[in-house]
């Protein structure tokens, strides 16, 4: 936060205990909705939706499609109930995102109903006094009665809504009243009957409802002085900035727009990034308080769109950089509740629009566990932490074929191999050649007079017994591999091992460069796939072989890598192994983005009839093929990009 202009930190834990003490209030039967519309009062929709689902909320409530349809995009799978009437046109987005509309007239319950291919869960909506949305009272039977006979529709639920729980009783349980009447009134009992917002619940004797609805209360905000009585609340939202400057005046003079502020004796003042434009009210101008180092400030002068100014005489020690709580649970007098009360404005809306240019962080037993970035019409991709990236590309692919099935599946088998199992590590690889060739294996080249110079038959690479019949069994086979990358590491490994499900680990591992799947039957030694050289760049490394069950993992190193890291450079890997003649087949895979890729095999006039079969991805599906009776070769052009996993098999 230390590059924070200003940010708010949501404090998740003082939300919990909100909600525990909230609990209290209702009784165990009772189901609570969390209430996150405008983004959860501004504390974050998707954050404060997880804790809220797992301090065991049943439903959410949102304001609009919108809000619901953000939440399921970030993988909300709760029911979540639109508070606010929607309009004909979003009807379709209600279905496709699984959201269940607050319905307040027979037309709209109508056309849902017609518009869904499913039967439509709705909750209506009963105007008892607060004067807003809903059916009118006088109107509520007949017209529930009406709706309620329309097919493909389902009543999950009806409520209605409390215009002063707060602070007027007496109306409030008017307004219970009325709501209790239609309901005994009707000849059916929904599932879910609700009416209480959170201050209702401590106000009203609630006990025929089995669901509320947690809003302010739950963000540690009261609604009403009387109510701190009654239950322990903890703010959750802190809105922080740091002093950008420090300034002295003499008496006489004026700070800010208008000079509404006249000093009258010699002034330390500070000035705060922070103005009516990151939701610090304009009605705070000259009333204001912000605590710093644990002492209360005045704003002085009016509230500009970006700054503020505070009176600091009284504090000796502070310097630019230091930080400023504008909002929070640090001091009484910083909560929404009292800093509103100033100006008589509304705490609910100070929340919403605290921070509209802070990043936020949401914090749990003091640490924070995650962060959302600052609200921008601009997508940075930057802000994002790699899963939220994931979705954001699965869902883009999703939406531009118009297909889920579609974008799953080129998501998992072409970007998940970057993105998750490559994990963060994507590499490519440029003018990758890869030759191999094959030399005859008589006469007896494993035994004796070997130019690789066994010594004995002790060093041959097979074991005594080999069913294959030793010395005709295999081809000699030399590879070389070059190819541009950039270097990582001041080592990396080449791999060699018995059988594919050994090799597969080595695929996983951005730590191996050159992976060589060995005949079964040989006993693995240090001459049956020996390396003759690994350059980087020229540099002849040094390699150092491991055996360990049914691998040979060979390290290839040099001190003067170190200096390359970092910097694209040209691997050159080359081996002499042998590969089995009964195999019939020889194949060579791109395991990374590679652009460029040129493939030969070389087989000389050891075998007859050798075809290529490429199969390639990416924009580069068809290589080109090339062969000379000796050898074939299959090209990409220079500076295509195969996409992994491309490869060809070589069959004879
Ligand atoms: C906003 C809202 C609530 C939550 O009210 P609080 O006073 O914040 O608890 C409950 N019900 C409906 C219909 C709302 O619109």
Redesign the pocket.
Known sequence: MKEERSWTEINLSNFENNLNELKKFISPNVNF?Q?V?ADA?GHGAFEISKKAIQCGASFL?V?NVQEGMLLRYQGIKIPILI??PSMENEINLIIENNLIP?VSSFDFAQKLAQTSPFKIKVHI?IDTGMGRSGISYARAIEEINKIREIKNLEIEGI?S?FSS??NDEEYTNKQSYKFNKILSELDFKPKYVHIA????IITSQNNYANLV???????GVY?DDSLKKKINLKPVMTFKSRITQIKTVEKGESIGYNRTYITKHPLKYAILPVGYADGYDFMLSNKGKVLMKETLCDVIGKVSMDMIAVDITELAEISVGDEVILLGDAHDSIRAESLTSLYSGSS?EILCQIGRRAKRYYKENGKIIASSPLLRRDFVSTDYSDDKLNTIIETAIEQRLQSKEISNLIYSDVLKRFFVEHDKDISYRRNFVHTIEFKDSAPSPFIRGNKRGFKDSIESPFIRGNKRGLKNSYYLTNTTLTFSKQLKNDYFNIACTKNEKLLEKYFLRNDVEYRWLLDNNFDLKANVFDVTSVKVNNIELYHEMKISEGCIEIRCYHPQLKNLIGKEVEFSISTQTYYPKDSHQVSVYLIELTQGAKITFIFGDVLQNVEAVPIFSGRSKFPQISSDGKSITISSKKDEWVFPISGVVFVY
């Open positions: 909705m209430i519309k009062y409530g304001a508070l606010s607050a909506n409520f809504h729980a707060e917002n959170s201050s209702g609805r947690l809003g302010l209360l739950s963000y609604t609910y």
